[in-house]
């Protein structure tokens, strides 16, 4: 059975850098920071100093605030997110219509803010005090189930919960469902909100996080002189439809989506596999599924988390997968402006590399100061680069050994 193209015609997102796409992906070519002083928590208690924060956002512009209070943070991230990419598409979605449009929004952690100020009010106010929205408020799914609600949406309704891999693993499944034929349409990426007390101190206690208390330099993935990543939330949300249905309607689109690899490192709970092996599969596996050849790839907007074992091994795994060609590959992490945002970033780092073909430009990786002599690639250091692309890909790698790979294509009808 013949393949049907996957075309993106709808781009939303909530970013340290802007609550808005459009004000993202101009912070990203310029080369700005999300990233400054940890506000939201009392940053004395907490070797990590820094966070990139979203910054004056307010769900009531989205919905009322009595359906907001029955949500986490993270949930209304994703809302909105989706909101501004449905608007984006011109999509709407009616009786004909809805059980053909789904929905496949990925989290890492869900509602972990509603789950700390829950246990508050257990331990202050007793048992009969908790809300009876607690539950749904924390599921990782709710971001899906309540896009869902909100457009009507009655195709397939699912959650990838795969670590940092989510974003991307939630974008290739929703893929897969339009590609085989079970769906028309799919709003889909990621959602996060984890800077939280609790969700801070676990990736403080398991040394994860920078202790870089410049914002300036915090992150900086690839440079010899990294250490630990910057914790990070939001959401990114694409419109994923059929090409012909896509076209039928006029909408216009953004990029293609040609292919999708995930692998498991059988390896270790927090560690990438030796080598990054399994993310070396993961993206043979997309370049596989796109048939192409691995030197047709331009870009690679990379995992880069700026934490010592990710980026070595991934560099590792680019020129294991590439050969020679790894050296004219330009590879950035876009995490250098917007931190990591965890099951999140695959979605934003979709749209990213959609952009990137779109207007053919490589985004920078920012604070790139001292060489990593393990680290030898071009990495697009501190300044944005126009570059011709036809291929480009996106890679996501999560604690629990999850990898996923998307490849896109330059869309030209």
Known sequence: MEKRRVVITGIGGVTPLGNTIEETWEAIKAGKSGVGPLTRLDSDQYPAKVAAEVKDFNIEDYIERKEARKMDRFTHYALAASIMAMKDSGLVIDEKNAPRTGVWIGSGIGGMETIENQMDVLNTRGVRRISPFFVPMIIPDMASGQVSIHFGAKGINSCSVTACASGTNSIGDAFKVIQRGDADAMITGGAEAPITRLAVAGFTANTALTTNDDPTTASRPFDKNRDGFVIGEGAGIIILEEYEHAVARGAKIYAEITGYGATGDAHHITAPAPGGEGAARAMEQAIQDSAIQPDEIGYINAHGTSTPYNDLYETMAVKSVFGEHAYDLAISSTKSMTGHL????????????????????????????????????????????????????SNSLGFGGHNASLVFKKFEG
């Not at 970033?345 to 590399?353: N, Q, V, Y």
């Not at 952009?355 to 071009?378: F, I, Q, R, W």
């Open 342 to 393: 965890l099951g999140a970033a695959g979605g934003i780092e979709a749209i990213f590399t959609a952009l990137a073909l779109k207007e053919s430009v490589l985004p920078p990786t920012m604070n790139y100061g001292t060489p990593d002599e393990e680290c030898d690639l071009d990495y697009v250091p501190n300044e944005a680069r126009e570059k011709e692309l036809t291929y480009a890909l």
